[in-house]
């Protein structure tokens, strides 16, 4: 039975089904959000954790190029600040601990020459990929055929050249490198401009932070239409009829028109659709993993480390449970907060601790970089979507080798009435929340393009 007949349902409260919401909305036709959790935004997630006090469980930061997150800052009248970067930074390899200043870590010259070489070079593939094509370089099945785990061991000739960029990526990509393909790292570095801005703070991906935190913007995005959203409803199932769409959640079934999908891809191949996606959607979703990534706060009075001249930040390679560490302190500084993210294997082997051995861990850690104060810590919390039922990892998807050159773009492909957003479909800031309002609103724009036919 309908409980509704909407013109178009959007599965999905992410940002990218909010951005396609909010599109649909300003050009008057009648649509519907289901979200499964009873919460917006996703794989963006706030947790307060009192009056004065919140962390960012998942996306948090914005950086130049990402014009739509300024944007929409801009019309919620929504405050950002920047991400404390001042001061030594520390760089922990097998234990020897180093502190340096800048981006570039204190190695001996030659593997800082090589670092910089390889750096280059992905640079300079990466400029060579067509966004919307990347497997029309003429090089794509060579780097198809290789993950970036291949490239990065052929061309790193020390091993702290080796294990500098290996962190560096993995804080990129969030998965072991073993797992995604090198065009797949070409094309998501072309996308978010560039390899210097995905690592860094200053002018880079990391520079700001929302005030309130992140889901603050898609709370506000939503404002204008709570009526048109209904939380605790995944959807399961969705079945062409002779009167339109029918689509059936846990909290009712709906007859629609069009449909844009804005879920993970792991989730997408859950839902039961008939007649089904392209047979290349199909093939590509059966093999297209998320990435694995823990975010730890490890939660103070003050963030004390500044006052030794320390930045918060920190690179280290396998013997730690973190890849690096990030100053995540609120911008008035009421309380100090280092964010630790534990990614791939790593991430694996620390979530099987209990709750107390995983900050425990984090704390020695912390004392052994900024000194005994790193033990007065007021409290501790950690999260990460790999076991979240709706989001089963993060940041994103990854294309393993071969995906790319063997099922093109058939993910973003819409196949009239199913149209297909979320961060996975976008080319630019693809994996990012940037890309994920940018899939959004151009899935409701050809929702918009295909009512008028
Ligand atoms: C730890 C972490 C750190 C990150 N850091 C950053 C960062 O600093 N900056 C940045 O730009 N990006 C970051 N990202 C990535 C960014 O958060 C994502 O790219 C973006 O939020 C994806 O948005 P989306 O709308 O495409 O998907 P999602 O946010 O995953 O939204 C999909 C929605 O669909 C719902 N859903 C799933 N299945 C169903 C179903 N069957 N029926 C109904 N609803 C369903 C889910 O509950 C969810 O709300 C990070 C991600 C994580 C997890």
Redo the contacts with the bound molecule.
């Keep these: 039975m309908s409980n509704s007949s909407p013109k178009v349902l959007i599965?999905?409260?992410?940002?990218?089904?909010i951005a396609a919401a909010k599109k649909l909305h300003k050009s008057g036709i009648s649509f519907q959000v289901?979200?499964?959790?009873e919460r917006?935004?996703?794989?963006?997630f706030t947790k307060t954790l009192t009056e004065d006090l919140y962390v960012d469980?998942?996306?948090?930061?914005?950086g130049p190029t990402?014009d739509r997150m300024y944007e929409l800052c801009r019309e919620y009248g929504i405050e950002y600040f920047e991400t404390y970067n001042q001061g030594k930074n520390i760089l922990d390899l097998r234990g020897k601990i180093k502190t340096y200043t800048g981006v570039i870590p204190k190695i001996d010259l030659f593997s800082l020459l090589n670092l910089d070489w390889v750096i280059r070079k992905l640079e300079r593939l990466a400029r060579q990929i067509d966004l919307n094509s990347p497997w029309s370089h003429p090089k794509a099945g060579e780097f198809d055929s290789q993950t970036l785990e291949d490239f990065l061991r052929k061309n790193s000739k020390t091993n702290a050249c080796y294990q500098v960029i290996r962190v560096g990526c993995e804080t990129i990509f969030?998965c072991e490198l073993h797992e995604l393909s090198l065009l797949h790292a070409l094309f998501y570095i072309k996308s978010g401009t560039s390899l210097d801005c995905l690592i860094n703070i200053k002018n880079g991906?990391?520079l700001h932070r929302i005030k309130g935190g992140m889901q603050t913007i898609v709370d506000k995005m939503a404002e204008a239409f709570p009526e048109n959203i209904r939380f605790n409803?995944?959807?399961?199932k969705i079945e062409k009829t002779d009167s339109g769409i029918l689509v059936i959640?846990d909290s009712g079934s709906f007859t629609c028109e069009k449909v844009i999908f804005?879920?993970?891809p792991p989730?997408l191949e859950?839902?039961k659709i008939f007649p089904g996606l392209s047979e290349e959607k199909k093939n590509l979703i059966k093999d297209y993993p998320m990435g694995r990534?823990g975010?730890c706060f490890m939660i103070y009075k003050s963030p004390f480390w500044r006052k030794s001249g320390f930045s918060g930040q920190a690179v280290s390679d396998g013997i730690t449970p973190f890849q690096t560490l990030f100053d995540c302190s609120p911008a008035n500084s009421n309380y100090g907060i280092l964010m630790g993210f534990t990614i791939g294997n790593r991430a694996k082997s620390y979530f099987e601790l209990s709750k107390e051995d995983r900050k425990s861990q984090m704390q020695k850690l912390l004392v052994s970089y900024f000194g005994s104060e790193a033990a007065k810590s007021i409290r501790y919390e950690d999260f990460t979507?790999t076991d979240e039922t709706?989001?089963r990892g993060?940041?994103?998807a990854l294309m393993p080798t071969g995906a790319w050159t063997n099922f093109r773009d058939s993910y973003r492909k819409s196949a009239d009435p199913f149209f297909f957003?979320?961060?996975?479909a976008a080319t630019r800031?693809h994996?990012?929340?940037?890309?994920?309002v940018l899939?959004?609103e151009a899935a409701a724009n050809e929702v918009l393009i295909s009512l008028k036919k």
């Design positions: 599965v999905g409260g992410g940002f990218s089904g289901l979200e499964a959790r917006l935004g996703g794989r963006v469980f998942g996306g948090q930061w914005i990402q969030a991906a990391q409803s995944p959807v399961r959640s804005a879920v993970p989730l859950e839902i990534v975010k979507m709706w989001s993060c940041y994103a957003a979320g961060t996975e800031w994996g990012y929340i940037e890309g994920a899939a959004g």
